[in-house]
């Protein structure tokens, strides 16, 4: 393990370095109120759909399942 007089020398060497920063105060006080105030988080709710959808959804359907059943009439009466 390194002795403390090495490691004080070391931070001594970095301090010489790298010039300390000193944030604006200002900033760093609403960092803190954002940081302990988050604004609320807004979800989408699930299953929201819209009634014209399901109505033009429903449409589609009907109208395929009547087009299949009108062949498969047709093709009943053709054995025939």
Do not use: C, H, W
């Amino acid at each position: 393990m390194q002795t403390p007089m090495v490691i004080n020398g070391f931070e001594n060497d970095l301090e010489m370095l790298f010039k300390p920063v000193e944030p604006n105060p200002a900033f760093v006080e609403s960092l803190a109120v954002r940081l302990k105030s988050p604004k609320p988080v807004k979800l989408e709710k699930a299953g929201n759909t819209p009634l014209l959808l399901i109505i033009i959804g429903s449409g589609l359907l009907a109208g395929v399942v009547l087009y299949i059943l009108v062949r498969a009439i047709r093709a009943f009466f053709r054995k025939v």
